[in-house]
């Protein structure tokens, strides 16, 4: 069986054009946070899209919907299924706090359903949207051109001070 929306997602996501982003020195010395230099240009920092990591979240979530598919192993006790709770649990935490800081303010219709003899809200909400398609484009004309080795330390990373 294959899931709904299987096709929606793989389209949306197509991680292997996006993933991380490279940016110039210029461009990272304006975000709140520091972040680190690439291993094969101290002049570009990688940064990612939080958009494509909330959807990367949202699809994580969705395939523990269908386990007789993805088979993602949630058993307490295993590395892998501690591991993947705590994904879990990192990702409804991740989409929890863009929900509530985006706070989409769209308005849901309620209306009387004659068959069903009670009121249903109406999902057609009008939302002002970003161009995602834009997104996708500046974040794939930025690829980080290298191999990412998340063990590897790089020099000028910033240290995590916690976790």
């Known amino acids: 069986m294959k899931p709904p929306g299987q096709e929606k997602f793989a389209k949306l996501l197509r991680l292997e054009e996006i993933g991380i982003s490279q940016i110039p020195a210029a461009m990272a010395a304006r975000l709140p946070n520091a972040t680190t230099p690439t291993a094969h240009d101290p002049k570009q920092y990688m940064v990612e899209l939080d958009v494509f990591h909330q959807l990367h979240c949202l699809n994580f979530m969705r395939k523990i919907v269908y386990p007789d598919v993805f088979k993602i192993d949630l058993t307490p006790g295993t590395e892998e299924g501690e591991d993947n709770i705590y994904h879990l649990e990192h990702c409804y935490d991740q989409l929890r706090q863009s929900i509530q800081c985006a706070s989409d303010v769209g308005t849901i219709y309620w209306e009387w359903s004659e068959p069903k003899q ?32 998340q063990f590897h330390k790089v020099v000028g990373a910033p240290i995590r001070q916690s976790n």
């Not at 909400?125 to 004309?141: D, L």
């Open 118 to 149: 009670k009121m249903f809200g109406n999902l057609r909400t009008t939302h002002t949207c970003k161009n995602f398609e834009k997104i996708r484009e500046w974040a794939a004309q930025h690829k980080l051109d290298e191999t990412f080795d």
